[in-house]
């Protein structure tokens, strides 16, 4: 296929084009973001509000997604809980893409033991399972989000590491590395002003997808009981505090803010895929 642009042919292919699905999830993460942040103005209630005569209230005018146990509309905890299960995985991923794409560089470059060394370390964190991993430093340095997003961080630095370190094996080939070399620049100059940079679109595009694996890790143990605890508002917290009510047959205040994390991590997915292989694979 092909456009006329200046009386000149200009070849555009299939792939140029954004996907539906991408404009989709892109429009819907937006919007979530701005939910956010415009929570104090979006919110029809004060999340705290508590009105019993309203209790587990089905979707009416003034609650257009219903109240839970305590008469809190969901709408607006929603709204605000938006802003922890946004922030947090944010947070989290700055600490692990930190400590992943130092370690993935540094054994991608200098090779040979050093490599050896790196390899085996991440070897051995894959060797707990995540949640358990998290579970162990939550029992050691005591339950909190503060303390789930350093833990999160730690246990998936090693998956940064190693995607890190096998797109920087191929780039360390190319040949400007060997021309800066040449030129006498030293290797950590080259590593952070040319190597990291030039890694960029394949690393934004996996931390994108990893975004929403983190919300998803930081949900699970806030319902778990070990992250966000009350009177914090969060996603995962408001599903631990709203399946008691599934029991009496009132299903929105679990639903609600599940149906929030599922659709955000989704929307994650699929921008991130296609973010990594837009600006890690070319235009």
């Known amino acids: 296929m092909t456009t006329v642009t200046a009386g000149a042919l200009v070849p555009v292919t299939i792939r140029d084009r954004r996907p539906l699905q991408v404009i989709v999830a892109g429009g819907f993460l937006a919007l979530v973001v701005v939910a956010a942040v415009c929570a104090p103005l979006l919110a029809p209630h004060a999340p705290d509000a508590v009105d019993l005569s309203a209790s587990l209230a089905g979707t009416t005018s003034q609650h257009p997604l219903g109240t839970d146990a305590s008469g809190q509309d969901l709408l607006s905890r929603v709204l605000y809980g938006a802003r922890s299960s946004l922030l947090a995985p944010l947070a989290l991923l700055a600490l692990a893409a930190v400590l992943g794409i130092t370690m993935g560089t540094v054994a991608a ?15 051995v964190m894959y ?9 162990l430093v939550i029992a050691v340095f005591g339950d909190g989000l503060t303390t789930s997003i350093l833990a999160l961080g730690l246990a998936y630095a090693p998956t940064i590491a190693r995607y890190t370190r096998s797109v920087a094996l191929a780039e360390r080939s190319q040949p400007y590395i060997d021309a800066y070399r040449v030129q006498g620049m030293s290797g950590a100059r080259i590593c952070v002003r040319h190597l990291v940079p030039n890694l960029s679109g394949a690393l934004i595009g996996y931390l994108v997808v990893l975004f929403g694996e983190g919300l998803m890790s930081l949900a699970t143990l806030s319902y778990l009981g070990f992250g966000a605890g009350s009177p914090s508002i969060d996603w995962g917290l408001m599903v631990q505090e709203g399946q008691d009510a599934v029991v009496q047959g009132a299903l929105l205040p679990a639903l609600v803010p599940g149906t929030a994390i599922a659709a955000v991590v989704v929307a994650f997915n699929i921008v991130g895929v296609w973010v990594s292989d837009r600006l890690g694979h070319g235009r």
């Open 127 to 135: 060797a707990f399972p995540g949640l358990l991993f998290v579970v």
């Open 109 to 123: 470059w200098r090779g040979g033991w050093v490599d050896t060394l790196l390899s085996r370390v991440t070897d």
